[in-house]
């Protein structure tokens, strides 16, 4: 390493955390520190807790050129090499629990709960479910038309994979974006989010320690002002021969624009707006233990977060008390609001809010404060809590043009909307130009099928939460959130290109 002060060698031991320390790039499995690097800040303190490697385009070129290098010899690795290299990396990302949720914790802000009882803990589910499905990849010995001929279908690497990465919970989608481009055969370059380095960093030390050749999976982060030429860059580039990305809609739609130009297939998994709706026959505390959960894990900031709870008119006013009774159970004085990722997200948020308060929307449960028209409808929070909060908010009386109805919130905000029938709330959830996750609570489960295939998303859960990711299910939605799946063997199949080859018997 170039700095002192680097992170390198932390990994093995107790988690550090210095203004001073240096988050570096990783080509070719070697870590460097850059030309140049850019601060990292603390949501849970407002301060730098550390700074990170910028790269450079050229950089990105240098790290596509070590992953194409090593693609020749990784390609022809057995497939029960590549399996017990995976296998080693969950042992390792396992025992590392604490630590590694401590870094997400220092980066985002994420809750224990979130860090160390669901991020990383999925992070090893989905690595060691890939893993176990590496031997399984197989072609096919159809019987072709013409006498004397016979042929063969066969399942092959692609090449370089080039995967874009959120920060929201780093370790799932970094294993994801990896694991799966390495299992089918590719090696990759994982571009990270500026606002999650060191998890990234972290995630990629698990694999080399398990014995991941060099060159196999880099890892870089850049400042945000350069990162399209980062990324431009690598897309370009012709040995990278597919993307995938995790993230905003918004983002995903430049990503793909780019691919395009680049005749580059693309994996999309994108923002969501989704909906959970409350049957007139739902179990009441099922359905609110759900949604609270849906809405507020990992201060809402998670792709299938619960955004909107449609409720049948019959039983709104029970479960509207319900959900307050359950809210105020929940409260303590003594705990802080949860914790955003920056102060552009809270501002962002909390304007939704004064907009729809504004329009006739009412609190159903939060607080909130007028002090001016700028402010009007922002959170009230004590100005002596360090860190980027915003305590839980869930608004009633919303209409379908406001855009705490239509847009991403990424926060601890919910909106309620109440429906005279099950087909109200479908056309309405399905009004959204996203298609992610959906939930529905009823009783009647042949009742909540029949809406479940009504519903445009890629995922509908009947009688449990919007939030469902798991390695045995694939993963990804529909409409403005996105195209293909990760996980299972369809994930695994994302990054295999298929191969016919015929001959004369």
Known sequence: MASTDSVSGSANGSFSSSPTTVVPLIINGKEETGTS???VVSPYTGEKCWTA?????????????????AFESWSQTKPTVRRDILLRAADILESRLEEYAQIMRTEMGADKAASQGFVV??????????????????????????EGQSGMVLKEPMGVILGIVPWNAPYAFGVRAA???????????????????????????????????????????????DAPAVVNAMIE?????????TGSTAVGRKIAAACGQNLKPCLMELGGKNSAIVCADANLETAVRAVLAGA???????????????????????????????LDAKSDPSTPPPTLVSMASKARVEAMISSALSSGAELIHGTCTTTDSTSAGAVDESSSIPGIRMAPVILGRVKEDMKVWQDEAFASLAACMIVDSDEEAVRIANSTGYGLSAAIFTEDLRKGFALAKKIQSGAVHINSM????????????????????????????????????????
């Open 237 to 245: 580039h012709p040995a990278v021969r597919k993307v995938n990305f």
């Open 296 to 326: 507020f894990a990992n201060s809402g900031q998670i792709c299938m977060s619960t955004d909107r709870i449609l409720v049948h008119s019959s039983i709104a006013p029970a479960f509207i008390e319900a959900l307050k009774r359950a």
């Open 466 to 505: 919007t939030v469902h990711d798991e390695p045995v299910l694939p993963h990804g939605g529909v409409k403005n959130s996105g195209w293909g799946r990760f996980n299972t063997e369809q994930g695994l199949n994302e990054f295999l290109v298929t191969k016919n080859v015929t001959w004369m018997d």
């Open 179 to 225: 694991a799966c481009a390495l299992a089918a055969g590719n090696t990759t370059i994982i571009k990270s989010s500026e606002l999650s380095p060191r998890c990234y960093w972290a995630m990629a030390r698990a694999f080399e320690d398990a014995g991941l050749p060099p060159g196999c999976l880099n890892v870089l982060t850049t400042r945000t002002e």
């Open 53 to 69: 490697a910028s790269a450079t385009p050229e950089d990105a070129i240098r790290a596509v050129e070590a992953a194409e290098a």
């Open 121 to 146: 803990p999925l992070g090893v589910r989905l690595l060691r479910d890939m893993a176990g499905r590496i031997t399984s990849i197989c072609g096919s010995v159809p019987v072709v038309e013409q």
């Open 37 to 39: 690097t850019f601060d």
